[in-house]
């Protein structure tokens, strides 16, 4: 954040303490809509009511559309009727979508019974796509002509419609059925001869995606093929509405916080709330989950040091690396997943690639099992008995740093393989891999670590 | 991806195996510049010559920007001059920058050598910008009129040079010193009156970049602005480029890969290339450093376990929960640092926030250290006796559950705010939070969580 601009939020928090309700409108009118939000998100409830009456419905507007969904319903309420008609009417439709979702039912059909007719029944058309479809995010005020017009028409057609035109960073071409046939940029039409039929400039669309598609591909499509626009199409290529690029950010930004604290076992929807808005209990509902679970997993290893009781009392200087196997484990099993899940997530693996995948792994995880295992055993062999440790009669501190580095390499080699392998193996059943990759592997390794620490110890130093 | 899309990349494949010129040349004409780079990338080196034999120096052109930077100039040696002059004068000056920065230095000036002298010299402007600052990734092929100009002027004066203006998306009005005073949209002069004067039709631009800033501020600001251009400029101000939004999305993708891959412990810049067609060596480099650094550390842990040999061999029976007590404090630890970074990373946190971070995660701990407290308390008193596992003669399993439970509670209580608190301290002397929070927090809550768990037992079982 620039200095000028915390300075000027400063500023406006300041006035908004003292109410000062002159200042507050004019250093307002100053912010961007997405800083007036936040800082409205910020407040509290005395300071909540008294924006709203110092920002008056027209400055307001601006900013319902960027709050958090639980703020909508108790900011929609401290307006009259009359306000609600104006605000409600006057949004871009996307927008209004978007806060009709966060609100009750109840809510919904009234304030929907505000909207002039032809703004109702579009917008609960828009209402009937899932929030997280493609359907759900698009804009349907875009620019729309026919094939058979000139430029000349097309340019008075666009024309007559511009205020409630959203973006025509791609106009788009259909036929009598609004079928999609093409599309051209508004350069198309500004610098060409007028009689131009559109027909000859119009150039095919090939990316398109289905109203009912996952928001996360119509924004990856945008993505991927750098689109500024992507058109949203029912079953029979009827141009529906499109998703901007600005949507596509928001999408990914979205679904990338998803996925990083899915991979922290944290469920559940991410709050549309700042870290801070959210409350103790919500914070609470989505950890608590995975928390549980894995300290009864956890449990599993507790059983396996049981079952060794004999061999760790013997030989108790064993301890001083039982944690670092265990750990090296999780790490590199860590690693792997989180590569392999980000390349599934990047669309540059897919379930056939497995082999290969493996492949590559088990190479990794042999060097880097090899690297560790003989850093970790030369410090083994030679730093216990400097630190007067002692082992029991029988046993030498070579055959002792052996048995760890056969131990770690061993343990660095399967976490790595099941690292890698389990998110595919989780997406080939459809489960996402972000939500149980890091737990089950730490589980799994945790484990796995004990049994191989314990078994090559017993093995090699025939306990 | 679609199945229809799928099947045309799988036809490709085949043709390419079969060397059918023709039919490549066709199939490749129908795919989207974006997939025919990947499906380049993801071929092997007999098969990459035959592509551009087949595809020509037209179709090629299109997908060099999309190469990973490994390939460029293996890519490159392959053309002629006569090529290259063509290939490298008509790409977008961006693009072309992108290429020139992936080369050696000497085929840097080579290739420069070959373009015309104001070509070569806007594009030695640009290569001075760092590769990951708003001046390394803008475009100077945007619309830019003057103030003074009327519509009809700006229209023509656009209309002249649109063979190489990249974007319209946004208009930029500069004064004579090419400073920024405002901007339209190209709507504006389409449709309006010819002679309205631009100073009327512009509106200011309030929300520009400096060229040397760092290309994660310029893609967050364009996202939090919800812009479709963000300009780019000098400290006088003067207009050097612009930040497209497709852009941003390539590098918001970048910075999230980059912080999920650190928060693994991965190190170094991320690959440009896939994960499958990255090399062994390189994955070893990025995730043996961390590896090492851990596995040393974990000693640690090992350390406290070899202290109180006397706690654990006198009662075996906390080893049955000793692997969980640890690792619910990691589980616990690394929720409360995913979720501090993510908001710092979302710009919701600052320094100053900590108090109240550290008063939610201080709320939140104590709540999920009693629910985890309580869940495995009741478990550790009725199921060890049930599995007929024992306890030294003057100590009960009531003392033994409560032992256990107070110890997890204090170990959650105690790693969730570790975790929390360690990424603002980190960024507050500066170090990247994603970078040394995870390895360090888990180090940390291991070593913790082994000596609370042994202090407990020590002090309510007097031993």
Sequence with gaps: MSEVLAESIDRTVEAVHSRDVHLVNELCKELHYADLAKLYANSNEDERSFLIEALGVDLFKEILAELPGTLVEIT?????????????????????????????????????????????????TLLRYGEE?????????FGKIRAY??????????????????????????????????????????????????????IPEENTVLASADQEEAANMLAKYDMVLLPV?????????????DDAIEILEEESTEDIEKSAGIAGEQSEETYLNT???????????????????????????????NTLTEIYLLSLFLPMVVAAGGNSGGQASTMVIRAMALGELNLEDARRVALKELQLGFFLGLLLAVSIGIF???APPALQFELPRGVNFTQFGITVAIALGLQVLTSTLIGALLPIAARAVKIDPAVIAAPAITTIVDVSGMVIYFTVAHSILSL
Excluded at 133 to 141: D, E, Y
Excluded at 237 to 245: C, D, K, Y
Aim: one cysteine or more.
């Design 380 to 382: 083994a062999i030679f």
């Design 149 to 202: 017009m000139s430029v000349k028409q097309a340019i008075d057609h666009l024309r007559s419609d511009l205020e409630s035109t959203e973006t025509l960073a791609r106009i788009y071409v259909v036929d009598d059925d609004d079928r999609l046939i093409g599309k051209i940029r508004l350069r198309d039409l500004a610098f060409n001869v007028w009689n131009t039929p559109i027909r000859d400039v119009l």
């Design 279 to 309: 409350s103790i209990r919500s914070h609470f509902r989505r950890r608590c989950g995975w928390l549980v679970v894995l300290a009864f997993l956890a449990i599993l290893s507790g059983f396996v040091m049981m079952r060794f009781e």
């Design 133 to 141: 479809t493609a359907g759900g995010r698009m804009t349907t005020q």
């Design 233 to 245: 199409v029912d079953e029979s290529n009827r141009l529906l509405g499109v998703i901007t690029s």
């Design 76 to 124: 929609l309420d401290q307006f009259d009727r009359s306000d609600l008609k104006e605000i409600l009417g006057s949004l871009p439709d996307d927008d209004r979508v978007d806060i009709l979702q966060d609100v009750s039912d109840t809510k919904r059909q009234d304030y929907l019974s505000l909207l002039d007719k032809e703004t109702q029944e579009d917008t609960r």
